[in-house]
């Protein structure tokens, strides 16, 4: 299946084209990277984002480019499960001149009403400790700190915290319209 | 892309690879079969390469095909245009999951048709296949499928590995001159 194309007031989220790699990359190899597993180079950011891609026709979920409605790339949006993570991820990555607007919190808002819609029941964010930005982000979405969450192996719960987002957590699917 | 790719020879059904194929591609990328493709690797490792070549199709809108048999439907391997980052140009490739459907001319039968797609409904001019100088079985396959060794491209990327060039119909340097 594709991505679903998905629309918030000021943004749509759509399944990623081939110009979003340059962007992505781009962001990869900055400092900005250091929540996302350190700095990525570019074969490996192709297929890191190729995988992502494919997840759609696989397993029915992955990422979305997030996009104003001008049409300019945001960032990036997942609902992510690769085989070693014990659980379905949200996870998002705004490029550094997308931060500050709320745009993270609206395409987040979608992608759970999306995903509580599709009849997934519980989604979990891997968060690094110190990335302060999007620990606030979870708690401003509704989700709790869940200290008894398995972690991927490669995760470690000296750096990482988990998340649990539910579809009752912050009260209604009206909160997210 | 608008839809999806299906090519079709005697034996076989050939289309963009998805969730059926995946565990006769996960056993492969997993064997010392795979030594030419990166491997052998680990499940993790597997499937985000496996999950890659899918999206690949929907970023580029061309990529590997899944080999199927046409009688018992079961997955044999992939063949089409693999395009990774740091690829210049995209490039032929083949493999057969398991040694059971070696000696039976199956790679050949994909390859043909593959090749067909590319170079009469695609219109491409040529395509390279970048082949290990230990792989006997593929360099001869390459050389019966009328490809040639050619150093009219990019530098081949992969290391031990020559290009060999494939060209459509009229399309070769003779056939231009």
Same mark, same amino acid.
């Given at each position: 299946?594709?991505?679903?194309?998905?629309?918030?007031?000021?943004?749509?989220?759509?399944?990623?084209?081939?110009?979003?790699?340059?962007?992505?990359?781009?962001?990869?190899?900055?400092?900005?990277?250091?929540?996302?597993?350190?700095?990525?180079?570019?074969?490996?950011?192709?297929?890191?984002?190729?995988?992502?891609?494919?997840?759609?026709?696989?397993?029915?979920?992955?990422?979305?480019?997030?996009?104003?409605?001008?049409?300019?790339?945001?960032?990036? &949006?997942?609902?992510?499960?690769?085989?070693?993570?014990?659980?379905?991820? &949200?996870?998002?990555?705004?490029?550094?001149?997308?931060?500050?607007?709320?745009?993270? =919190?609206? =395409? #987040? #808002? =979608?992608?759970?009403?999306?995903?509580?819609?599709?009849? &997934?029941?519980?989604?979990?964010?891997? &968060?690094?400790?110190?990335?302060?930005?999007?620990?606030?982000?979870?708690?401003?979405?509704?989700?709790?700190?869940?200290?008894?969450? =398995?972690?991927?192996?490669?995760?470690?719960?000296?750096?990482?915290?988990?998340?649990?987002?539910?579809?009752?957590?912050?009260?209604?699917?009206? #909160?997210?319209? | 892309?608008?839809?999806?790719?299906?090519?079709?020879?005697?034996?076989?059904?050939?289309?963009?690879?998805?969730?059926?194929?995946?565990?006769?591609?996960?056993?492969?990328?997993?064997?010392?079969?795979? +030594?030419?493709?990166?491997?052998?690797?680990?499940? $993790?490792?597997?499937?985000?390469?496996?999950?890659?070549?899918?999206?690949?199709? $929907?970023?580029?809108?061309?990529?590997?095909?899944?080999?199927?048999?046409?009688?018992?439907?079961?997955?044999?391997?992939?063949?089409?245009?693999?395009?990774?980052?740091?690829?210049?140009? /995209?490039?032929?490739?083949?493999?057969?999951?398991?040694?059971?459907?070696?000696?039976?001319?199956?790679?050949?039968?994909?390859?043909?048709? $593959?090749?067909?797609?590319?170079?009469?409904?695609?219109?491409?001019?040529?395509?390279?296949?970048?082949?290990?100088?230990?792989?006997?079985?593929?360099?001869?396959?390459?050389?019966?499928?009328?490809?040639?060794?050619?150093?009219?491209?990019? /530098?081949?990327?992969?290391?031990?590995?020559?290009?060999?060039?494939?060209?459509? /119909?009229?399309?070769?340097? +003779?056939?231009?001159?």
């Amino acid at each position: 299946m594709p991505a679903p194309l998905l629309h918030t007031p000021r943004l749509t989220l759509r399944g990623h084209v081939m110009a979003d790699f340059e962007q992505l990359c781009d962001l990869f190899e900055t400092d900005r990277a250091r929540y996302m597993g350190g700095k990525l180079p570019r074969k490996e950011a192709w297929r890191w984002l190729a995988s992502e891609v494919g997840m759609w026709d696989l397993i029915g979920l992955g990422s979305w480019g997030i996009e104003d409605k001008d049409g300019s790339f945001l960032g990036q &949006i997942g609902l992510l499960h690769p085989p070693h993570y014990p659980e379905t991820e &949200i996870g998002w990555t705004l490029l550094e001149q997308a931060e500050g607007k709320g745009y993270a =919190a609206e =395409a #987040a #808002a =979608a992608v759970l009403l999306w995903a509580w819609g599709q009849g &997934i029941e519980t989604l979990v964010s891997y &968060i690094d400790r110190e990335n302060s930005r999007s620990i606030a982000l979870a708690e401003r979405l509704g989700a709790v700190l869940d200290p008894d969450a =398995a972690l991927p192996p490669d995760e470690a719960p000296e750096e990482t915290l988990v998340y649990r987002h539910r579809p009752d957590s912050d009260g209604s699917p009206e #909160a997210y319209t | 892309m608008s839809q999806l790719p299906h090519l079709e020879t005697d034996r076989l059904i050939l289309s963009a690879p998805g969730a059926a194929d995946q565990p006769a591609m996960l056993s492969f990328l997993g064997s010392d079969r795979a +030594e030419f493709y990166g491997g052998p690797m680990e499940p $993790v490792a597997a499937w985000h390469k496996f999950s890659a070549y899918v999206g690949q199709w $929907v970023l580029r809108g061309y990529g590997f095909y899944a080999i199927r048999l046409k009688d018992s439907g079961e997955t044999i391997g992939m063949a089409g245009p693999h395009h990774p980052e740091g690829f210049a140009e /995209p490039e032929m490739s083949w493999l057969l999951t398991d040694a059971a459907y070696e000696g039976k001319g199956y790679a050949r039968e994909a390859c043909e048709a $593959v090749l067909r797609d590319l170079f009469e409904t695609r219109g491409w001019d040529s395509v390279v296949s970048y082949i290990d100088t230990a792989n006997a079985a593929s360099r001869a396959l390459a050389l019966r499928l009328g490809a040639r060794l050619d150093e009219t491209g990019a /530098p081949c990327p992969l290391p031990g590995c020559e290009s060999f060039r494939h060209f459509a /119909p009229g399309r070769s340097p +003779e056939a231009r001159a």
